[in-house]
C-alpha cells in the first residue's frame, strides 16, 4: 500500500468513540496506509474502541489505565511482542473530576488537581518514557492534544487548563529529553469539537458558537481538520518540528479583545 504512513505503526492512547479526535486522527492515519494498536481503559470503553480497532484492522486492543504503573509496564510488553518498534505515539489522554470543573478554580481540591495533572500531564512523561526505545529505532514521533484554556482563562476549564499547560510545557522538556534519539514531541491545540470530554465542560455549546461567530476563518475546526495536522507533523513532512504547540482552531487564539 503507498501513502504517507505506508509501513508506519501507530500506538494510540484515549479513543473514546467515534467522534473523539485521536479517532479522527487514527483514522486518517489509516487511509495512508499506517498499522495501528490500540489502547482502552476498563470495560465501558472497551465497549466502545472494540468495533473502532476492529474496522481499521488494529494489531491488537490493550487494556492500560495510565495511573496503574504496573499495566502501563504490561502493555507495553505487549506491544514488544508484536512490534520491534512503532513511529508514532498517540497521547488523548485527558480527566479532571466533574466538580473540579464547575465554579470556581480557587475551590479545587487536592486530590481533584492531582488527578487532573497526573491523568492528563504527567500520563505523557510516563508512556514517552515506555515509548522512547520503541520510537527510537524508527526515529518516531509522539503527538498530544491540548486546547486553548492551557493559554488564557476560559470558564469551567478550570483545572483542566492547569492541566493542559503542564501538559505543553511536559511537550517542550520530552522535545529536547528525546531529540538526541531522533524522536520529536509536539502537541496540537484543537478548537471546539463535539467529542465526549466536551461534553463534561459546562457551557460548552456556547464556545462553540463564540468561536464560530469570531475566529477568523468564522467556522469551527473538524475532526479532519485535525488529522490532517497530525498528520504533518507525524510524518516525514515535518521531520524538522519537535517541542512545538500547533494551534487548529480557525484562528481564533490570534484575538485580542
Not at 500506538?11 to 479522527?24: H, P, Q
Not at 500531564?121 to 520510537?135: C, D, G, K
Not at 538526541?180 to 465542560?201: E, Q
Not at 458558537?209 to 481538520?225: H, I, S
Request: aromatic letters at 8%; proline letters at 2%; a negative charge.
Amino acid at each position: 500500500m503507498s501513502g504517507l504512513f505506508a509501513g508506519k505503526r501507530v500506538l494510540v492512547f484515549g479513543v473514546a468513540n467515534e467522534r473523539s479526535i485521536a479517532w479522527g486522527i487514527a483514522e486518517a492515519m489509516q487511509r495512508e496506509g499506517a498499522e495501528f494498536i490500540f489502547t482502552y481503559a476498563g470495560e465501558v470503553l472497551e465497549r466502545r474502541v472494540r468495533p473502532l480497532a476492529e474496522q481499521i484492522g488494529a494489531r491488537a486492543l490493550i487494556p492500560c489505565d495510565v495511573t496503574d504503573d504496573e499495566q502501563v509496564s504490561a502493555a507495553f510488553r505487549q506491544v514488544a511482542d508484536l512490534w520491534d518498534g512503532f513511529d508514532v505515539l498517540i497521547h488523548a489522554v485527558a480527566f479532571a473530576n466533574r466538580e473540579d470543573l464547575d465554579g470556581r478554580f480557587v475551590e479545587t481540591s487536592r486530590a481533584g488537581f492531582a488527578t487532573a495533572l497526573d491523568v492528563s500531564a504527567y500520563s505523557l512523561v510516563l508512556l514517552a518514557r515506555h515509548s522512547e526505545p520503541f520510537l527510537a529505532r524508527r526515529k518516531g514521533s509522539i503527538v498530544t492534544l491540548s486546547y486553548y484554556g492551557a493559554e488564557k482563562v476560559v470558564q469551567n476549564y478550570n483545572v483542566m487548563g492547569v492541566a493542559k499547560a503542564a501538559l505543553e510545557a511536559c511537550v517542550r522538556y520530552l522535545a529536547n529529553d528525546l531529540g538526541p534519539a531522533g524522536v520529536r514531541v509536539n502537541g496540537i491545540s484543537a478548537g471546539p469539537v463535539k467529542t465526549l470530554a466536551a461534553a463534561g465542560i459546562r457551557g460548552f455549546k456556547t464556545i462553540f458558537g463564540v468561536v464560530e461567530e469570531r475566529a477568523p476563518l468564522r467556522r469551527n475546526v473538524t475532526q479532519e481538520d485535525i488529522a490532517h495536522a497530525a498528520l504533518f507533523l507525524c510524518s516525514d513532512l515535518g521531520a524538522g518540528v519537535t517541542g512545538e504547540i500547533m494551534h487548529v482552531d480557525g484562528g481564533y487564539n490570534i484575538l485580542g479583545f
